[in-house]
């Protein structure tokens, strides 16, 4: 390779970087050949240029085609979110209307036979819910009998496998029970007692999960139809759970 | 020459930043058509429409015994009672019928050609009377 006056010794590759600008000032054919270079140069950097504009063009094609796929599925969250707080809602309703009953029915029971007709109506009502409606029922009806004192425990199971339920309280003789309940049926205990406060205490274990409730009993020459009841609604995405504590006395 | 060239580098350059903006706000301006117009319709939402619809006879139902007035309707086992409440109060896009039971609920005359949702609430009494009934009321859209 010919060597030209005023070029930088050295480095003799034949591949330069169009980073290195040679500046040649004493020979015309140097500045001849100079704007030849410069001349490619520039217009290899006018095409790296152009092809750098355009890329605003590709990237917008780009994010076009990604928005038009998927576009539906931006939607689906909200379709589920809304579909789920519908749901629950329904069950939130099914639920308020199901406890209402349960306290209308023990209303009724005081009007008539109290102890006999509230384990009958209850026992008929949850076998009505339990029916349509994917659901876990555990009741317990306490009647006070305002002449002798003594009250009577009556646990109804619907919750849908056996219990074994523990019945204690204070003041009282025996201290405490234990029953046995099968699934869609109900069982009593006996307490004799006297007036005062009482507390009574269920304590059961249903799939294997040991759950406790306590209520006081205030036991005076009034008859007393005390209700406790424990609901659970389910479907296949969520659940709603009740618990209430009603009395009424006459 | 070499000023010269320097000086039409320059000219080629203002050239070339004009046409990048152009570039430019094409590109946003077809991403915000686009986008605009994917977003624009509302999409249809065809399976929240059964829970809508099955939590409105839900709560018809309950102000109705809110009201006072469904408990008579058991208790006299007028289920044409409830309908008119019913016409009266659900949306013009719904028929819907009403029917009074114990455990087991039949009814005849429903469509074959539609999604038909169905509602129950439960009765359990009236007044110094127990029942032990529940109200299912089958909708559907017109």
């Known amino acids: 390779m010919k060597e030209k006056p005023g070029t930088h010794t050295g480095n003799r590759k034949e591949n330069r970087t169009r980073r290195q600008i040679s500046v040649f000032t004493a020979n ?29 063009i590709i990237a917008a094609i780009f994010l076009i085609v990604g ?8 939607n689906v969250f909200d379709l589920f979110e809304e579909s789920r707080s519908t749901t629950t809602h329904v069950l939130d309703a099914q639920l308020r209307n199901i406890a209402k009953e349960y306290e209308y029915a023990t209303g009724v029971a005081s009007l008539n036979a109290a102890n006999v007709s509230a384990m009958s109506m ?63 049926t109900n069982s009593t205990a006996f307490f ?59 | 020459m070499a000023k010269r060239k320097i000086f039409d580098k320059g ?15 094409l590109a946003i301006f077809l991403v915000a058509v686009t986008i605009t117009s994917l977003f ?33 309707y058991v208790n006299s086992n007028d289920a044409a009672g409830i309908e008119r409440e019913l016409d009266a109060l659900l949306p013009n896009r719904l028929n819907s019928n009403a029917t009074i039971c114990e455990r087991s609920c039949t009814f005849s005359g429903l469509p074959v050609d539609r999604n038909v949702i169905v509602a129950d609430y439960y009765v359990s009494g009236y007044r110094t009377t127990y029942l032990g009934k529940k109200v299912r009321v089958f909708m559907w859209s017109r």
């Open chain 1, 28 to 56: 015309a054919d140097f500045n001849m050949q100079a704007s030849k270079k410069m001349k490619s140069r520039s217009f290899g950097k006018k095409k790296a240029y152009c092809k750098k504009g355009q890329m605003f």
């Open chain 1, 67 to 74: 928005l038009l796929l998927i576009h539906n599925l931006l």
């Open chain 1, 122 to 184: 209850l026992a008929n009502l949850s076998q009505l819910v339990r029916d349509d409606i994917n659901s876990r029922i555990l009741y317990a009806i306490i009647f006070v009998n305002g002449t002798s004192s003594n009250f009577s425990v009556t646990v109804g199971n619907y919750a849908g496998d056996e219990i074994n339920v523990t019945v204690n309280a204070t003041g009282s003789t025996p201290a405490g029970s234990n029953l046995l309940v099968a699934d869609k």
């Open chain 1, 192 to 250: 004799n007692s006297s007036a005062g406060l009482r507390t009574i205490t269920l304590a059961y274990t249903i799939r294997n999960e040991t759950l406790r409730e306590e209520f006081a009993l205030n036991i005076t020459s009034s008859y007393k139809l005390q209700i406790f009841y424990d609901i659970t609604l389910s479907n296949s995405q969520m659940l709603a759970r009740k618990k209430v504590l009603y009395n009424t006395t006459w």
């Open chain 2, 11 to 25: 000219k080629n350059c203002g050239r070339k930043g004009f046409v990048y903006t152009i570039e430019v706000l």
């Open chain 2, 40 to 72: 624009l319709q509302v999409p249809e939402k065809p399976q929240g429409d059964i829970a809508i619809t099955k939590r409105l006879g839900i709560e018809t139902l309950e102000y109705l015994d809110n009201k006072d007035v469904l408990r008579n």
